[in-house]
């Protein structure tokens, strides 16, 4: 028996998101996309709002103070919460899935020490930055070729009962932002990349970290993005999560749920533009008939909505199996639920900016935003070729 009906729970879940979505961030959303400077875009007042009502702690087991919620309630919150921004949404994204990972891989201390802290925070100030991405590239780290010169540059060598930290990332979400960083380093530059890299997690203000550049982007402006510096940073090895070489076993705790985020949110951003194609499709006239009636226009919304639901499967099908990781059906690559939908979010939102004519093109409406927003949703998390690369050859070995 298939099951499509969310519990009442989910459906709660979903009311509060959509309200809040449209209540504190779309009226906000169009501004903060256009401040020049994006170390001043980040809209700490509505974060912290939704620190209120506890969105970034839906991942925290209920014995650390958080929620306790699954994949799929992650998927209900994040679609509504990127349906009003996605910029916005991913600031949560990186709280949940990095709680996600920590409550799976940490110890009972670690677990007290960093989860219960941002459980408890209604400040909106506790959130988290992951980087792995370097300067050398981000499909470098994915490395699994023996080669120890191909890989992870950034170093954390053992000093006793420390690691020193030294390299730096680039591009990481949530940076200068966020009271807790996480990081992937190469323990052994001997060995290969796939078994010589681990992960750690450290405060905002530990001595050898730094902040560099926020980048100027694109899309996603609500989300801050920019470079962790580390200069011979010190951390005790109680500051590392899972296994010393385990780095890659570590990030693939929250392989579902990684996948998972970053489809949700292409699902959100592609309804909120399909939604606004659909109104104005009733609505604008030529020849005496609304656009909506000629074929070519009806089609298209045919098409759309046809992708999005397509992809909210495939997203809900992965936070099934999350779930239920030892069910007799057979699982798909949790990049599925990646890789289709954010190929997905560029043709829909491309689609309705073709709907909504010149005007699509023009900042009155949101149509131009939404284009930028999924633009990058191919290449961030894993680009698109890559995953598509691990996907085949799963497919061609099973
Ligand atoms: C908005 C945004 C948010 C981000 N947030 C984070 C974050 O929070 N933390 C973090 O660590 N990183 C983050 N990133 C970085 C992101 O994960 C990387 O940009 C992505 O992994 C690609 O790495 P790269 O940009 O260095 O491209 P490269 O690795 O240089 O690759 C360039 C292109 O080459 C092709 N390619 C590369 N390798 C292969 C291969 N093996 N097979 C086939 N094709 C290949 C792909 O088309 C790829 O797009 C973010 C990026 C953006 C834009």
């Not at 030294?166 to 009271?179: E, M």
């Not at 226009?297 to 495939?314: C, F, N, S, T, Y």
């Not at 070729?385 to 070995?397: C, G, P, T």
Request: proline fraction near 4%; glycine fraction near 10%; include cysteine.
């Amino acid at each position: 028996m298939i099951g499509f009906e969310l519990s009442e729970e989910q459906r709660q879940l979903q009311e509060t998101a959509r309200r809040f979505a449209e209540k504190e961030i779309r009226p906000l959303a169009a501004a903060v996309d256009r401040v020049a400077d994006p170390r001043q875009a980040y809209p700490k007042e509505i974060i912290r709002k939704g620190f209120e009502l506890g969105f970034h702690s839906l991942l925290i087991p209920e014995e650390y103070g958080g929620m306790g919620g699954c994949t799929l309630d992650y998927a209900v919150l994040l679609e509504e919460l990127a349906a009003g921004d996605i910029g916005m949404a991913n600031a949560f994204h990186v709280v949940m899935s990095m709680s996600e990972m920590i409550a799976r891989m940490g110890s009972r201390e670690q677990c007290e020490r960093w989860l219960r802290p941002i459980a408890e925070d209604v400040s909106g100030e506790y959130l988290i930055c992951f980087g792995a991405t370097e300067p050398s590239g981000g499909s470098e780290i994915f490395c699994q070729q023996p080669d120890p010169k191909l890989g992870v540059r950034t170093r954390a060598v053992r000093d006793g009962d420390h690691y020193v930290i030294n390299g730096s990332k680039v591009f990481s979400s949530n940076a200068s932002v966020s009271r807790l960083y996480g990081l992937l380093a190469r323990n052994d530059s001997s060995r290969a990349n796939a078994e010589s890299c681990s992960v750690f997690f450290f405060a905002a203000d530990t001595p050898g970290f730094s902040i560099g550049v926020i980048e100027d982007k694109m899309g996603h402006r609500a989300s801050m993005n920019g470079e962790l510096i580390f200069e011979n940073m010190r951390l005790p090895k109680e500051n590392m999560l899972g296994r010393e070489g385990g780095g890659f076993e570590t990030l693939n705790a929250i392989y579902d749920t990684n996948g998972v985020g970053t489809g949700t949110m292409a699902v959100g951003v592609a309804r909120a533009a399909y939604e606004a194609a659909l109104q104005y499709a009733r609505e604008r006239e030529i020849w005496g008939q609304p656009i909506g009636k000629y074929q070519a226009v009806g089609q298209m919304l045919v098409d759309m909505k046809a992708d999005i639901e397509m992809a909210r499967l495939m997203v809900r099908r992965i936070a099934w199996q999350g779930a239920n990781r030892n069910s007799a059906e057979g699982m798909l690559p949790p990049n599925m639920a990646k890789v289709y939908p954010a190929e997905m979010a560029r043709r829909v939102t491309v689609k309705a900016m073709q709907i909504f004519g010149g005007s699509g093109y023009m900042k009155d409406y949101p149509l131009e935003k939404y284009v930028r927003d999924a633009m990058v949703l191919p290449i961030i998390s894993g680009a698109n070729e890559v995953l598509k690369h691990f996907m085949a050859q799963r497919l061609l070995d099973a």
